[in-house]
């Protein structure tokens, strides 16, 4: 069941608002400005709220649709607009509400006011959309340890803890987990393929969202997948690798990175593998990651760099 403002058919700029996102301690003030932008204001009561509300709007119209929550409750509104197939008639407005915010930060807004200024001014862009298997994903699809810390990242933990219930759900984690055995085959722009097998500590495929190298965001408009391999090893070398990796720049021998539009996944144990998409916990055996360029309208920031090399 969701719940509409008693205004919630006026105009075509309307907010899905997730009332609990960040401690649930902004919902007043964010419909006070939904209000003050002319926005409707519709709410999220229950996982899955975000897709049935997503695709009312699309329904009702909506030309500019605001998502206030986390990256999770953005990841439900476009699964609706997907399922719609509204994505190319209606533009995203990110307002910051939940507990990381990757996206938001990515497409330089930095608050719930910041987010109605660029919602009002901001300029459109269109953002590539990765796809694992016929999900879409924003931001990322990870498997490994870091989607096993996330899964055990409970919303009760998030809500007491915010962003520190993943450093403790990871140290947690990383005491049980084995590794992963998996094998990769992607495809790149010009049709090079590239294959890995062996045992991975984690396996992260980026769309807006980066994990290796100089800076914190992959390009969004290039049509391709940011892929990092990170190979099992001791704890000691996996900290030597990753400062090598991150902060000199250099390359590693256990750190494998490349683009790819399109990339099988599969896992070599003969049983489903956890991912997180978005932020949302998915289990595959084996599954196909793509990219559809430019499918996102999204309205974006002044800091906003689409290619931030």
Not at 81 to 87: G, N, P, Q, S, T
Not at 118 to 147: C, H, K, N, W
Not at 195 to 211: C, P
Request: a negative charge; one cysteine or more; proline letters at 3%.
């Amino acid at each position: 069941m969701v719940r509409q403002s008693e205004d919630g058919q006026r105009g075509s700029r309307r907010l899905i608002l997730n009332p609990t996102s960040g401690g649930g301690t902004d919902a007043e003030r964010v419909r006070r400005l939904a209000d003050e932008r002319e926005f409707s204001v519709v709410q999220t009561e229950r996982a899955g709220d975000g897709i049935d509300l997503a695709e009312q709007a699309a329904a009702d119209g909506v030309e500019v649709l605001a998502v206030c929550g986390g990256d999770g409750t953005l990841h439900e509104v476009v699964q609706g607009l997907d399922r719609a197939e509204a994505l190319d008639a209606v533009t995203l407005c990110v307002v910051p509400a939940g507990t990381e915010n990757f996206l938001a930060r990515n497409l330089g807004i930095e608050s719930l006011e910041a987010g109605f200024e660029v919602a009002d001014r901001g300029e459109t862009r269109r953002l590539d959309l990765g796809v694992a298997g016929d999900e879409p994903f924003v931001l990322s699809a990870i498997a490994g340890l870091p989607a096993d810390a996330s899964a055990a990242a409970t919303h009760e933990r998030k809500e007491s803890l915010g962003p520190v219930a993943f450093v403790v759900s990871g140290i947690e984690e990383a005491l049980e987990f084995d590794g992963l055995r998996a094998e990769i085959d992607a495809v790149g722009d010009d049709g090079t393929e590239t294959e890995w097998s062996g045992e991975a500590e984690a396996i992260l495929v980026g769309n807006v969202r980066k994990f290796a190298g100089e800076g914190g965001q992959a390009d969004a408009e290039d049509g391709l997948l940011e892929v990092t391999v990170i190979e099992q090893l001791r704890a000691r070398e996996a900290v030597v690798e990753y400062l090598e990796q991150r902060v000199l720049e250099r390359d590693t021998p256990h750190v494998t990175e490349l683009h790819a539009g399109r990339l099988v996944f599969e896992s070599l144990d003969g049983e489903p593998v956890t991912f997180s998409l978005d932020g949302e916990i998915r289990e595959f055996e084996r599954v196909t990651l793509s990219v559809r360029p430019g499918a996102l309208r999204v309205k974006v920031g002044e800091g906003y760099e689409p290619n931030p090399e």
